[in-house]
């Protein structure tokens, strides 16, 4: 049985669980960690008995190439395009987290440079992988409800965000880049590509950089009009946090995703309700469950492919998508118009 080895790159907050996420597919062993402060790599390599740890990229990949199978770039979005230059460079497969690249033109580059050196380009982008996501879609694709004339996607929320990732609140773009990534591209797995995409930002937290508040209105090729909304500075009666709640309607009956992991169909014959939450692993944090629980199977999916066996959906041009998404609301927002695909 071949064994797939990888180093990290990057071993801070995420990593942690993508390393767990990891732990619970067999065919798979990290050999090197990188971390440009090298005390928290060595913390976690004695947690996971990894034997080398560098803060020094090139150290990684002159030492450990020959013997790796791809590398997860699980550092901040600004080195995402030159560690995975550094990589491709050695030949080696890419899994990058999401946001692929600060810029639309950034990420198509990344996608370029992978092609170029033919080496396969993933990004971890692990939303539309949670438990309840992909039961919406297998009831969507049913057929139940018919044709589906309108959406709601929706991330709304107060959880103290800043508390874990204390650098999301320096970001010039914030919400559109950390949340707008992943529930965009639950609005496309569901929905489709989109022909027109206009949207509102705003910034209720005045301690932080960049927007907290998002809604883009995006009518898809398909015809369905597409409502998704994001926000950290919600204060709602259930806190949903880390949940993307969705509601859609068609031409016979309406589906709705709750907080509560139920989702409820209803047609001209009533409601009936199915419960789809995430598997809670062990290591789990249960603040963050469907989130964490999804890691699995998106790496799963990714490892798939690396071994011949299926497609995967996250690769690098079908995100590209999701980013021309993010960045078109962006514009949108600033030049207060509708921007046409
Ligand atoms: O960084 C974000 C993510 O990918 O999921 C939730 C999060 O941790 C905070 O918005």
């Known amino acids: 049985m071949k064994i797939y080895k990888f180093a990290v790159l990057g071993t801070g907050f995420w990593s942690t669980y993508q390393l767990a996420g990891w732990g619970e ?28 740890i560098y803060d020094n990229v090139d150290e990684l990949l002159e030492n450990h190439a020959g013997e790796l199978d791809f590398v997860d770039i699980i550092t901040d979005v600004d080195t995402h395009e030159l560690f995975t230059l550094k990589a491709t460079q050695y030949g080696l497969n890419v899994i990058c987290q999401k946001p692929m690249a600060p810029t639309f033109e950034t990420a198509e580059k990344m996608v370029s440079v992978c092609q170029k050196a033919n080496v396969a380009f993933y990004i971890h982008e692990n939303f539309r992988f949670q438990a309840p996501i992909r039961k919406l879609k297998e009831i969507l694709d049913s057929g139940v409800i018919g044709k589906v004339f309108k959406a709601n996607v929706a991330f709304c929320s107060g959880f103290p965000v800043f508390d874990n990732q204390p650098f999301l609140k320096e970001l010039d773009q914030f919400i559109l880049t950390d949340i707008g990534s992943h529930v965009l591209d639950i609005a496309r797995y ?27 209105l995006m009518q898809m090729q398909n015809g369905i009009s597409c409502y998704v909304e994001m926000s950290y500075a919600t204060i709602a009666e259930t806190e949903t946090f ?21 989702i409820r169909v209803t047609t001209r014959s009533g409601t009936t309700a199915v419960h789809a939450g995430p598997v809670m692993y062990p290591w789990v944090d249960p603040a963050y469950a469907v989130v964490h629980s999804s890691i699995v ?45």
């Open 297 to 341: 199977d998106c790496n799963r999916n990714i490892l798939q492919n690396m071994e011949g066996k299926s497609p995967a959906e996250t690769i690098g041009t079908d995100n590209l998508e999701t980013i021309r998404l993010v960045h078109a609301a962006y514009r949108s927002a600033r030049e207060n118009r509708v921007i046409v695909f």
């Open 25 to 52: 597919l067999e065919i798979v062993k990290p050999i090197a960690f990188y971390n440009r402060t090298l005390e928290k790599a060595r913390a976690l390599a004695e947690q996971y008995n990894v034997e080398h």
């Open 242 to 262: 880390p949940q993307t709640l969705v509601r859609v309607e068609g031409e016979n009956g309406s589906i709705q995703l709750l907080h509560n992991f139920e």
């Open 190 to 216: 569901l929905f489709g590509e989109a022909k027109t995409l206009f949207c509102h930002t705003a910034r209720v937290n005045q301690e932080i950089k960049g927007e907290d508040v998002a809604n883009v």
